[in-house]
């Protein structure tokens, strides 16, 4: 499988990424990195460096993760939340007509994929009769922007992600907005917004899609079926664990079974 974008390292493009085969022990240790990370970034990068089993033809190491495009990253916990078992689902919006709450369904695999456009991962920008060069922004930048007052963010990632920031100044606001517009024109991605009509009055919405679901699911669902199995069998956590999901739910099945709570 492929990123969008890629890895440019020593001048290669690499795009080759594969998961870890999954494991109740790899759940816990995501469910964990999105409970116990200082950020959102942060989190991102604990949790693809735990489920990639290789990225660009190596080791997926903290750094290297660090390293992709916001894009890939959020290609990867997309297609990490499938992993998980979730194709995607029922969402929740609220019309921004008539204010109704409905329910819509999306399948991740009918979304389409952004490639990444000519000169990835760089940009270039006209101003004032100079040519700069700007890089996409990554994880690691997106790591250190959480620490940084919001009227600060602008400016200092556009120093961060210039070829010469030396040549910029003090970056203006119309450098800034141009800086943007170029980055964005050759930026993978995913879908993050869709198209939905409110079945109480019809009226169209445009409704965004969290890339990071796969963050969200807390460490309690999954404790409880191992206490559940524990108590009923008494194995231990790292055998519990260590079995594929569905077998661990069908162990639980057989115990509802034998409490008389299930057929």
Not at 141 to 162: G, K
Not at 189 to 205: K, S, W, Y
Request: charged share 25%.
């Amino acid at each position: 499988m492929q990123l969008p974008g890629g890895l440019v390292e020593n001048g290669t493009r690499r795009r080759d990424w594969a998961f870890r085969p999954l494991s109740g022990a790899l759940e816990l240790a995501l469910a964990e990195a999105g409970e116990r990370a200082a950020s959102t970034p942060a989190a991102v990068t604990q949790a693809l460096a735990l489920a990639l089993d290789r990225l660009g033809g190596e080791a997926a190491t903290l750094p290297r993760v660090a390293g992709l495009c916001v894009g890939d990253r959020q290609f990867l916990m997309r297609e990490l939340d499938r992993h998980l078992g979730h194709e995607g689902g029922w969402f929740q919006a609220e019309c921004g007509q008539c204010g109704a709450r409905f329910d819509f369904r999306i399948d991740y695999a009918d979304l389409p994929v952004q490639e990444a456009g000519a000169g990835y991962p760089q940009a270039q920008v006209d101003m004032d009769g100079r040519q700069l060069r700007f890089r996409l922004p990554t994880g690691a930048d997106q790591e250190m922007l959480a620490d940084l007052p919001e009227t600060e963010a602008p400016r200092w990632l556009l120093r961060q992600l210039a070829d010469q920031p030396e040549a910029l100044g003090t970056p203006r606001q119309d450098l800034i907005a141009a800086a943007d517009a170029a980055l964005d024109a050759i930026a993978p991605g995913i879908v993050l917004r869709v198209q939905t009509a409110c079945p109480e009055c019809g009226g169209g919405n445009e409704v965004e899609l969290d890339p990071y679901r796969a963050l969200a699911r807390s460490s309690d669902s999954l404790l409880r079926e191992v206490h559940q199995i524990a108590t009923h069998y008494h194995w231990s956590e790292a055998d519990i664990l260590d079995l594929p999901r569905p077998r661990r739910q069908r162990y639980l099945q057989m115990i509802d079974r034998a409490r008389g709570m299930a057929e």
